[in-house]
C-alpha cells in the first residue's frame, strides 16, 4: 500500500513537470527590439516566406504524378487548411504579443511536453525546408547550364537506397546551405528592402507566367482521352497505368487528396510572421492582415500558375524538375524559360535564408528556455547572433540536402507542420474556455476563488454551467473533451481514409462512421455549453468550437494522406526529441528551475 502511495505521487510528480506552463509575463523580461515593421512589411515577409520553391516546382510534381489539371483544387484545399491555422494564429498573435509562434502559444496554453514537440517539429521543419529548397535551386541553377550536374552525379555516384535517399547526393545543396550558414553567421537578420524587392521580382515572373499560359494554352489540355496517349507514343495498352484516366482529374479523388497533402508545402511559411510579433508596429492588427492577405496572394498566385502551366503543356509532359521553363520551351518561347528559371534562382535564395533564419530564433530559443542544450543560446559577443545555433542549423541542414530527395523533404516537412497547426487549433480550442488569470496570481488562486462547489460536478452542471464566466473545473471540462475530440477525430479520419469500402456499403464500416461522428458532436455539444472567456480581444477565432477542430479534422485528413515511409522519417525524428526531452530538457527547463 505504501509503496503503491508512493508510486502514484512520483507518477503525479512527472505528469505535472510534463504539463508546467511559462506565462507571457515570463518572455517581458526579455530585452524588445524595435517596433520598425508595418503591415506592407509583414505581408511582404509571409509572400517571400511562402512563394517559394512550391510555386517553382511543386506545381509540376503533383501534377505530373498526382492529380493532374486538379492540382489547383489541391492548392485549394490546401489553402483552406491554412486560412484555419492562419484564424488561430492571429488570435494568439493577439493574445500573447511576443515572438514565439506556436512553440510559446503551446508553452502558455497546454504545457511544457507539448510546447517542446512544437517547437522540435518547428526545427525539423525549418531544416528539410532549407535543405528541399537548396535542392530545388541547384535544380533550377542545373537547368540553366543544361542539366550538366545532374548527369554528372547520376554517372559517378549513385545511392541505391532510393526509398529512403536521393537517386545520388546533391554536393551543390549541401555546399549551398554552407555557405549561407556563413552568411547567416555575419548578420542578425535578412534586410526588409532586399525581401520587398525580391519578392517583388518574383509576383512579375509569375504574373507573365500567368498571362502567357492563358494566352498560348488550350482548353482541349484539361479533357485528354487515352486517344492523346496513343497518339503521343506514350501509351499503346487498354489502361492508361501510371497516366491515369484523363479528363481534369485523371488520378481520381484519391490524387486530389494526395495532393493536397503535398501542396500543403507550398504554404508552410505563413506562421513565421508571428515570430516578428515584437517587431510589429501595430501587432493586435499588423500580424492578422499580413496572415490573411499574404495567404490569398500565395494562393492565387498557385491557384493561377498551375491552371497557366496545365493549360500550357498536358500534364503528362511536365517535367517534375523544371516545370516552368520547360513549358515554355514547350510554346516555342526559349528565352523566357530563362527569365523564369533566374527569377527561381533569386525567389529560392531569400527563401533559404528566410528558413534558417526561422529555425535559427526557435533552436535559440527553446536553448534559453532550458528544452535544448543551452549551448546553443551562447551568442556572438558584439552582434548578438546565436552562432552555435546557427552553425549546427547549416550542418543539419547540409547533410540533410546531401542524401535526401526533394519530394521526401516536402512530405517530412508538410506532416509535421501540420501536427503543428493541429497543436494550434486545440490550444485556441482549450484557452478561449480557461479562466481568467489575474495580474500577479495563478491557477491555484482562480480555483480558491471559485470555491469548492465548482469541483462539484453533475451531469445537469455539465449542460447547465450556472456561470457567465469560465471556472476551473469548466476549463478542466474542455481539457478532456477536446483531448477526447483529437483522439475521435483521429480514428474517423482513419476510418474514412477506407473511403472506397465505406462507398461500397459495408454496414460494419458505416456504423462505425455513425457512432464516431455521434459521439464527436455530443461531445462537442459539452465545449459548447461551457462559458467562454469575455475578455475584448481585437481578433477572435469565430465560430467556437467549429472552426479550431475542423481545422484538426482537415488537418488529419491531410496527414493520413501521407506515405509509410514518411510515418517512418517522422516517428524517428520524433524519438530522437523525445531522448533529447527526457535526458536533458525536463531537468534543465527554466520554468522549472528559474533562478
Known amino acids: 500500500m505504501v509503496l503503491a502511495r508512493m508510486l502514484r505521487r512520483a507518477l503525479r510528480r512527472f505528469g505535472q513537470m510534463l504539463v508546467r506552463r511559462c506565462t507571457p509575463e515570463e518572455k517581458k523580461t526579455e530585452p524588445t527590439p524595435l517596433r520598425w515593421l508595418s503591415?506592407?512589411?509583414?505581408?511582404?515577409?509571409?509572400?517571400?516566406?511562402?512563394?517559394?520553391?512550391?510555386?517553382?516546382?511543386?506545381a509540376g510534381e503533383v501534377a505530373s504524378n498526382q492529380a493532374g489539371p486538379a492540382t489547383m483544387i489541391c492548392f485549394l484545399v490546401a489553402a483552406l487548411s491554412c486560412a484555419l491555422a492562419g484564424l488561430c494564429y492571429a488570435e494568439f498573435a493577439v493574445r500573447v504579443p511576443h515572438s514565439g509562434s506556436a512553440y510559446l502559444y503551446t508553452y502558455v496554453t497546454i504545457g511544457e511536453l507539448w510546447a517542446f514537440i512544437t517547437g522540435w517539429n518547428f526545427i525539423l521543419s525549418y531544416v528539410a525546408g532549407t535543405a528541399s529548397v537548396a535542392r530545388a535551386w541547384t535544380r533550377a541553377f542545373d537547368y540553366l547550364i543544361g542539366n550538366q550536374i545532374s548527369q554528372t552525379l547520376h554517372e559517378s555516384i549513385l545511392l541505391h537506397v532510393q526509398q529512403v535517399l536521393a537517386e545520388y547526393p546533391d554536393f551543390?545543396?549541401?555546399?549551398?546551405?554552407?555557405?549561407?550558414?556563413?552568411?547567416?553567421?555575419?548578420?542578425?537578420?535578412?534586410?526588409?528592402?532586399?525581401?520587398?524587392?525580391?519578392?517583388?521580382?518574383?509576383?512579375?515572373?509569375?504574373?507573365?507566367?500567368i498571362i502567357s499560359g492563358f494566352f498560348k494554352g488550350e482548353l482541349h489540355n484539361w479533357k485528354l482521352t487515352e486517344e492523346d496517349y496513343i497518339k503521343a507514343g506514350l501509351n499503346d495498352t487498354s489502361s492508361?497505368?501510371?497516366?491515369?484516366?484523363?479528363?481534369?482529374?485523371?488520378?481520381?479523388?484519391?490524387?486530389?487528396?494526395?495532393?493536397?497533402?503535398?501542396?500543403?508545402?507550398?504554404?508552410?511559411?505563413?506562421?513565421?510572421?508571428?515570430?516578428?510579433?515584437?517587431?510589429?508596429?501595430?501587432?493586435?492588427?499588423s500580424i492578422f492582415m499580413g496572415i490573411v492577405i499574404s495567404l490569398f496572394i500565395c494562393f492565387l498566385m498557385y491557384f493561377c500558375v498551375t491552371s497557366a502551366l496545365t493549360l500550357m503543356v498536358p500534364y503528362y509532359q511536365l517535367q517534375p524538375g523544371s516545370p516552368l521553363p520547360e513549358a515554355f520551351l514547350y510554346i516555342g518561347w526559349a528565352p523566357a524559360c530563362y527569365v523564369v528559371a533566374i527569377g527561381a534562382l533569386c525567389t529560392l535564395f531569400t527563401t533559404i535564408l528566410n528558413d534558417m533564419f526561422s529555425a535559427r530564433w526557435v533552436i535559440s530559443v527553446m536553448a534559453k528556455d532550458g528544452l535544448?542544450?543551452?549551448?546553443?543560446?551562447?551568442?556572438?559577443?558584439?552582434?548578438?547572433?546565436?552562432?552555435?545555433a546557427t552553425v549546427v542549423l547549416g550542418i543539419m541542414a547540409a547533410v540533410?540536402?546531401?542524401?535526401?530527395?526533394?519530394?521526401?523533404?516536402?512530405?517530412?516537412?508538410?506532416?509535421?507542420?501540420?501536427?503543428?497547426?493541429?497543436?494550434?487549433?486545440?490550444?485556441?480550442?482549450?484557452?478561449?474556455?480557461?479562466?481568467?488569470?489575474?495580474?500577479?496570481?495563478?491557477?491555484?488562486?482562480?480555483?480558491?476563488?471559485?470555491?469548492?462547489?465548482?469541483?462539484?460536478?453533475?451531469?445537469?452542471?455539465?449542460?447547465?454551467?450556472?456561470?457567465?464566466?469560465?471556472?476551473p473545473l469548466s476549463g478542466r471540462v474542455v481539457y478532456v473533451c477536446s483531448s477526447l475530440l483529437v483522439l475521435l477525430l483521429t480514428l474517423l479520419c482513419l476510418v474514412l481514409a477506407q473511403?472506397?469500402?465505406?462507398?461500397?456499403?459495408?454496414?460494419?464500416?458505416?456504423?462505425?462512421?455513425?457512432?464516431?461522428?455521434?459521439?464527436?458532436?455530443?461531445?462537442?455539444?459539452v465545449i459548447w455549453r461551457q462559458p467562454q472567456s469575455s475578455s475584448p480581444l481585437p481578433f477572435k477565432v469565430p465560430a467556437l468550437p467549429l472552426l479550431p477542430l475542423l481545422s484538426v479534422f482537415v488537418n488529419v485528413c491531410l496527414m493520413m494522406q501521407m506515405t509509410a515511409d514518411t510515418w517512418a522519417r517522422f516517428g524517428v525524428s520524433m524519438l530522437i526529441g523525445f531522448a533529447i526531452y527526457f535526458s536533458y530538457g525536463i531537468q534543465h527547463s527554466r520554468v522549472a528551475n528559474p533562478t
Not at 546551405?177 to 525580391?198: D, G, M, N, P, Q
Not at 505563413?270 to 510579433?277: K, L, M, S
Not at 535544448?372 to 552555435?388: E, G, M, N
Request: net charge negative.
Open 400 to 471: 540533410i540536402a546531401f542524401f535526401f530527395e526533394l519530394i521526401h523533404l516536402v512530405d517530412f516537412m508538410s506532416i509535421g507542420t501540420l501536427f503543428t497547426h493541429s497543436l494550434v487549433a486545440i490550444c485556441i480550442l482549450i484557452l478561449r474556455y480557461q479562466p481568467e488569470v489575474k495580474n500577479g496570481g495563478n491557477e491555484a488562486e482562480v480555483q480558491e476563488e471559485n470555491g469548492p462547489a465548482a469541483e462539484q460536478l453533475t451531469l445537469q452542471e455539465l449542460l447547465f454551467t450556472g456561470s457567465s464566466t469560465p471556472t
Open 499 to 525: 473511403w472506397p469500402v465505406l462507398l461500397s456499403g459495408d454496414p460494419v464500416w458505416i456504423s462505425v462512421v455513425v457512432v464516431l461522428l455521434v459521439l464527436i458532436i455530443g461531445i462537442t455539444g
Open 372 to 388: 535544448l542544450f543551452h549551448v546553443l543560446a551562447r551568442t556572438h559577443t558584439s552582434r548578438h547572433i546565436p552562432i552555435v
Open 39 to 58: 503591415t506592407l512589411d509583414l505581408v511582404a515577409l509571409g509572400i517571400d516566406y511562402t512563394l517559394g520553391a512550391g510555386v517553382y516546382f511543386l
Open 172 to 209: 551543390f545543396a549541401m555546399g549551398l546551405v554552407l555557405l549561407l550558414t556563413r552568411v547567416l553567421a555575419l548578420r542578425a537578420r535578412e534586410s526588409v528592402l532586399f525581401t520587398k524587392v525580391i519578392t517583388l521580382v518574383s509576383l512579375l515572373i509569375l504574373v507573365f507566367v
Open 240 to 285: 492508361l497505368g501510371p497516366l491515369g484516366y484523363g479528363g481534369f482529374v485523371p488520378f481520381g479523388f484519391e490524387g486530389i487528396l494526395r495532393g493536397a497533402a503535398t501542396c500543403f508545402y507550398a504554404f508552410i511559411g505563413f506562421d513565421n510572421i508571428v515570430t516578428r510579433a515584437e517587431e510589429a508596429q501595430n501587432p493586435q492588427r
